[in-house]
């Protein structure tokens, strides 16, 4: 990641950070780790709450977001402003745990929010991708960049929409591709040939793989110039 900021001169890094413990949630020093190496500010979705220690700190001001459209109450906040971007953190509904409707979560942010920056980020956390689809659509012209997270699998969509929204359905994982989504494969093929939760770890052989997608906004309008896949492989 280093190398990539000074290579394409990139402004500002989001990772979604929801599996860095060791592939389960997040904690404060693995955080603290990877923000060392140049990340900016880490989205989630559903197993941001599998590390019980990071939930004390999700009040705090650490560049850490959760789903907006969790019920209210919930810990921690789905949206922040960092480097003059609007970054959104949401979740879909298919095939996911019940919460609000991330359509009409984004649309009350966008009515409400004071000084809204013109540069704005979605993490549209889903397993659906008609739902991530659907939401690129409904919001091209109103955000500069929705980028789909949570399946670990690189979408070969990449592209601006026609109102500037720059979009892509997944940008995929950092993990071994010698892996089921970065899962041991032998503990998934049980899973699946026996029905039994055999216990999941994260792969550690075989080919490291880095997923990302590089975006270029203009930071006057808000409007998607370019959006490119990157991704690389190492071992």
């Known amino acids: 990641l280093p190398a990539l900021r000074r290579e394409h001169e990139i402004d500002l890094v989001i990772a979604n950070g929801e599996n860095a413990a060791h592939g389960h949630g997040i904690t404060p ?25 990071i ?37 879909g509904r298919a095939f996911m745990s019940p919460v609000d409707c991330p359509f ?17 980020f979605v993490d549209m956390h889903a397993e659906a991708t008609s739902e991530k689809v659907a939401l690129g659509w409904y919001l091209d012209g109103q955000v500069s960049v929705v980028v789909g997270t949570h399946t670990h699998i690189p979408t070969a969509d990449t592209r ?10 997944d940008v995929g994982m950092v993990g071994s591709s010698h892996s089921v989504i970065g899962v041991e494969i032998e503990a998934v093929l049980s899973r699946f040939l026996t029905q039994i939760p055999y216990p999941l770890t994260v792969a550690t052989e075989g080919p490291v793989i880095f997923n990302s997608v590089l975006v270029e906004v203009d930071s006057i309008t808000g409007r998607a110039a370019s959006i490119q896949r990157i991704d690389k492989e190492w071992g």
Request: no cysteine; net charge negative; aromatic share 6%.
């Open 29 to 53: 020093g693995v955080m603290d780790e990877l923000l060392g190496y140049g990340i900016d500010v880490f989205t989630s979705g559903n197993h941001i709450w599998d590390q019980k220690e």
């Open 160 to 169: 601006v929409l026609p109102q500037a929204t720059a979009y892509v359905t």
């Open 55 to 91: 939930i004390p700190h999700m009040d705090s001001d650490i560049p850490l977001l959760r789903p907006l459209n969790y019920p209210e109450g919930t810990p921690g906040r789905g949206y922040l402003i960092h480097s003059g971007v609007l970054i959104v953190n949401l979740m």
């Open 104 to 120: 009409r979560t984004m649309d009350r942010l966008l009515a409400t929010l004071p000084d809204q920056p013109k540069t704005v």
